[in-house]
């Protein structure tokens, strides 16, 4: 047993939450500004029966249940003060989500009752609607599952390879998936996709939010729905929408999930939403926390603490100089990791996780409580590293051994094969930076792969807002055409672009990211924002035509090459990225910072092979001489963006020239250091 894994079953301290111990439920809440709080069961045909909670130290409320045991519906009324103007929106009429539960069962139903206060009440008083018939369930969940045997892969970050992917887009309209488990966890863990994977050379898939969610209201009227899941409702609970079985299901299928990707040496990371809830502002619904204590969860205006400060984008931020949210946030993560057994996560908004109070600190107490933890300190963490408040830009600061997603990297990548001139020291930097960033070209937000080289302009017509959401500045290139088109000579160019890409992700320094679908061809129609489609708009479409095989078999050629080259795929603290001229002769620090359309860039680690990249995003061809070797090795072209189907080719040792294709990528290894 790993060390992982034996921190995975050791046993843990006090919890909240619903804890079943065969005999009877533990019902535990934490709330400081409460005066009263009443747990309530929910039985056939949606009786409900109430029991009060006992009030200990530290805020914590507490009731056992004998007889009731996992599958129990439950929520909550908190009594207390009804002062927005103070920051406090209690309000027992109220049914809340339990913050700690396992698994949440039903949906919400869009209507006043959800409402804390009363719309029509010009001052903004508190509702005297119950919600209770209009809210979805807290369920007790039951601990046991068979993980026979399971052990975590543990895969070094020098070996890894992370694949994003979304539960439903991913296996909707997969022809080889059973029509039943199409869109669900068990389909994403179906033998024919994890032979896709692994076929890519993918050791991780990140999956977009499972934790349970709601749409938002202007989706809920417009017929659409929050696809995504970048808007929750309970941190710890998966989400039932990827659930054959439904509520409690979603618990053993997501379970299964992890514990049939492991079986294939894939780790699963998931990309979690700590930063906002799914209440809103101060106009939104009650649900959770806003109703268990305010004050205590959410970064409040304290010109006005009736409002929110919104650095999500989302209408509130939660607190992380508080106790309470980092408890919640710990907890929420330790449950995934022990009792889902995943092996780490990608945080959305990450900078919000360090304000601590206001401006982001690589020191703040969520960072240095995390590192510190017995069992989170040992798995994976990856950083969106900004937010939308004041300084929110957060790259680079992030603390050892966070990795964070580097959206500079993605940019020069994108201008370069749009045909910019960029500086090659901003694609191959050596310092430790690098070796710590997620790299990659696309994900799930922006244009597909395939998108960005055909559409210049947006298309996000069907989200309802006119087209004003979304990037309205994505580096993309339509190549003449803007759309679909049957013109060859556009298609071979959007074909040769793509491969650039790829190419370009597959040696790139770091730990590189596909978003899932791009290695296929997949394609949003141009909308570049697509968040609330969840129709053929965002699922990957496994009916390939011959271009986008090819671009399959490319994609795996790429992977492959990294997979198989002790450069790329060993650790990364030694390696020299030299820039070269096209004459092969290596440029100084100022020339490598110099924007060119066509150079080279030699990797290598002393004894072991080489790695020799020609770039050419110019629109003719370009003559390179290739470094002269002095053992009388010559160089192996393993990969030729114009020629994806070309076999490797060896070179003379005397300082051979070849030619790279227009808007190309060459890559050359030898088996030893020149």
């Not at 919400?108 to 719309?119: A, E, K, Q, R, T």
């Not at 919600?131 to 068979?146: C, L, T």
């Not at 729905?225 to 970048?230: E, L």
């Not at 969860?297 to 603490?305: N, V």
Request: negative net charge; charged residues 25%; contains cysteine.
């Amino acid at each position: 047993m790993s060390g992982l894994d034996r921190h995975r079953a050791s046993a843990t301290r006090w919890e909240l939450g619903a804890i079943s111990d065969g005999h009877g439920v533990d019902f535990r809440l934490r709330s400081r500004g409460a005066t009263a709080i009443e747990l309530c069961l929910f039985h056939d045909q949606g009786r409900e029966s109430r029991r009060p909670l006992e009030r200990g130290d530290d805020g914590n409320w507490h009731v056992r249940v004998a007889g009731v045991g996992p599958g129990q519906r439950y929520g909550y009324r908190v009594d207390g003060p009804y002062r927005p103007s103070s920051g406090d929106r209690f309000n027992s009429r109220k049914l809340l989500i339990d913050p700690w539960s396992r698994a949440i069962s039903g949906t919400l139903s869009w209507d006043d009752s959800v409402l804390g206060y009363d719309p029509g009440d010009p001052d903004g008083g508190p509702s005297d609607l119950d919600s209770a018939s209009d809210m979805p369930r807290s369920v007790v969940a039951d601990p046991r599952f068979d993980w026979q045997g399971d052990r975590a892969p543990e895969t070094p970050w020098h070996e890894t390879v992370i694949y994003e992917a979304h539960v439903r887009g991913l296996t909707r309209l997969h022809p080889a998936v059973p029509p039943a488990l199409r869109g669900t966890y068990l389909g994403l863990c179906e033998p024919v996709v994890i032979d896709h994977l692994r076929s890519l050379g993918v050791t991780a898939v990140e999956l977009m939010p499972v934790q349970t969610c709601v749409s938002e209201l202007h989706l809920a009227r417009s017929g659409l729905s929050n696809y995504w899941g970048y808007n929750p409702l309970g941190w710890l609970a998966p989400d039932e929408r990827f659930a054959g079985g439904g509520g409690p299901g979603a618990v053993v299928e997501l379970k299964t999930l992890v514990r049939e990707l492991h079986r294939a040496g894939i780790e699963v990371i998931l990309d979690i939403v700590l930063n906002h809830t799914c209440e809103g502002d101060h106009r939104g619904p009650t649900l959770s926390l806003r109703g268990l204590d305010n004050r205590a969860y959410y970064r409040l205006d304290p010109a006005d603490p009736s409002r929110y400060r919104d650095f999500t984008g989302c209408g509130n931020t939660l607190d992380f100089s508080q106790p309470e949210v980092i408890d919640l946030a710990l907890a929420a993560l330790r449950s995934w990791v022990r009792e889902f057994h995943v092996d780490g996560f990608r945080f959305d908004l990450a900078t919000t996780l360090g304000r601590d109070p206001e401006d982001f600190d690589p020191r703040a107490a969520f960072f240095e409580r995390l590192a510190r933890d017995p069992l989170l300190g040992k798995v994976k963490r990856i950083a969106e590293p900004w937010d939308l408040g004041p300084g929110g830009y957060s790259s680079g600061r992030f603390p050892e051994p966070w990795l964070e997603w580097d959206d500079r990297w993605r940019d020069a990548v994108r201008r370069l094969w749009r045909g910019e001139a960029v500086a090659p020291r901003t694609l191959f930097d050596t310092g430790p930076g690098p070796r710590s960033a997620v790299r990659y070209i696309g994900c799930h937000d922006g244009f597909t792969l395939a998108d960005r080289v055909a559409y210049e302009a947006k298309a996000n017509w069907d989200n309802g807002e006119d087209n004003r959401d979304g990037s309205n500045s994505d580096l993309s290139r339509n190549w003449g055409v803007e759309g679909p088109t049957d013109d060859p000579e556009v298609l071979e160019l959007r074909a040769r672009a793509q491969r650039g890409f790829l190419a370009t992700l597959a040696v790139a320094l770091g730990v590189p990211m596909l978003s899932h679908g791009d290695e296929l061809g997949r394609s949003q129609r141009g909308n570049n924002n697509a968040y609330c489609q969840d129709n053929q708009i965002l699922w990957v479409d496994w009916g390939l035509d011959r271009s986008q095989q090819e671009l399959l078999d490319f994609s795996r050629r790429a992977m492959a090459l990294r997979r198989e080259n002790a450069v790329l795929s060993g650790p990364q603290s030694e390696i020299e990225a030299l820039i070269l001229g096209r004459d092969g002769v290596e440029r100084s620090d100022d020339e490598g910072a110099t924007p060119a359309r066509s150079f080279g860039v030699l990797l290598r680690v002393p004894g072991l092979a080489s790695l020799l990249l020609l770039f050419n995003s110019a629109g003719s061809p370009q003559a390179f001489r290739l470094p002269r070797q002095a053992d009388g090795e010559g160089w192996v072209c393993r990969l030729d963006s114009a020629s994806p189907g070309a076999e490797a080719t060896r070179t003379d040792p005397g300082g051979d020239a070849v030619v790279v294709g227009a808007h190309s990528l060459q890559v050359f290894e030898v088996p030893r250091t020149p």
